[in-house]
Protein backbone atom coordinates (compact mmCIF):
# COMPACT_ATOMS: atom_id res chain seq x y z
CA UNK A 1 0.00 0.00 0.00
CA UNK A 2 1.22 3.39 -1.27
CA UNK A 3 1.21 5.77 1.41
CA UNK A 4 0.83 10.04 0.55
CA UNK A 5 2.69 12.74 2.09
CA UNK A 6 0.58 15.76 2.95
CA UNK A 7 2.30 18.72 1.43
CA UNK A 8 1.76 22.54 0.87
CA UNK A 9 2.96 24.63 -1.34
CA UNK A 10 2.61 27.70 -3.26
CA UNK A 11 1.20 28.46 -6.94
CA UNK A 12 0.48 31.35 -9.00
CA UNK A 13 -2.97 32.31 -9.52
CA UNK A 14 -2.73 31.70 -13.27
CA UNK A 15 -1.52 28.07 -12.91
CA UNK A 16 -4.03 27.30 -11.04
CA UNK A 17 -6.95 28.24 -12.32
CA UNK A 18 -5.71 26.13 -14.91
CA UNK A 19 -5.21 23.37 -13.54
CA UNK A 20 -7.87 23.75 -11.71
CA UNK A 21 -9.57 24.25 -15.23
CA UNK A 22 -8.07 20.65 -16.38
CA UNK A 23 -9.50 18.55 -13.42
CA UNK A 24 -12.73 19.90 -14.17
CA UNK A 25 -12.56 18.66 -17.52
CA UNK A 26 -11.24 15.73 -16.98
CA UNK A 27 -13.35 15.05 -13.73
CA UNK A 28 -9.86 14.61 -11.35
CA UNK A 29 -9.35 16.38 -8.35
CA UNK A 30 -6.72 19.00 -8.11
CA UNK A 31 -4.47 17.14 -6.26
CA UNK A 32 -4.62 14.00 -8.98
CA UNK A 33 -3.88 16.88 -11.33
CA UNK A 34 -0.32 17.91 -9.50
CA UNK A 35 0.64 14.09 -9.52
CA UNK A 36 0.35 13.85 -13.25
CA UNK A 37 1.87 16.75 -13.43
CA UNK A 38 4.90 15.48 -10.91
CA UNK A 39 5.18 12.05 -12.47
CA UNK A 40 5.14 13.93 -16.52
CA UNK A 41 7.94 15.85 -15.08
CA UNK A 42 9.83 13.09 -13.22
CA UNK A 43 9.81 11.26 -16.15
CA UNK A 44 11.58 13.67 -18.43
CA UNK A 45 14.21 13.82 -15.51
CA UNK A 46 15.15 10.44 -14.68
CA UNK A 47 18.21 9.51 -11.42
CA UNK A 48 22.14 9.36 -12.81
CA UNK A 49 21.26 11.90 -16.29
CA UNK A 50 23.92 13.40 -17.08
CA UNK A 51 23.92 16.99 -16.54
CA UNK A 52 23.65 19.62 -19.84
CA UNK A 53 26.86 21.22 -18.96
CA UNK A 54 28.64 17.48 -19.37
CA UNK A 55 27.40 17.44 -23.25
CA UNK A 56 28.83 19.00 -26.15
CA UNK A 57 27.72 18.72 -30.05
CA UNK A 58 29.66 16.50 -32.12
CA UNK A 59 32.08 17.09 -34.58
CA UNK A 60 30.84 18.64 -37.86
CA UNK A 61 31.59 16.59 -41.15
CA UNK A 62 33.45 17.96 -43.68
CA UNK A 63 30.78 18.39 -45.86
CA UNK A 64 32.85 19.95 -48.77
CA UNK A 65 32.30 23.40 -51.08
CA UNK A 66 28.77 24.96 -50.71
CA UNK A 67 26.65 23.59 -53.85
CA UNK A 68 25.30 27.76 -53.83
CA UNK A 69 26.51 31.10 -53.31
CA UNK A 70 25.99 32.04 -49.24
CA UNK A 71 24.19 35.38 -50.66
CA UNK A 72 21.35 32.58 -52.32
CA UNK A 73 20.54 30.61 -49.32
CA UNK A 74 17.75 33.09 -48.33
CA UNK A 75 16.41 33.08 -52.25
CA UNK A 76 16.56 29.21 -51.78
CA UNK A 77 15.18 28.97 -48.88
CA UNK A 78 11.73 30.54 -49.87
Not at 38 to 49: A, S, V
Amino acid sequence: MAFMVETQVQIPDRLYEEAQRVAAENEMSFAEVVRRGLEELILHHPPNRKNSHDWSPPMPYDMGEPLVEESKWTEICH
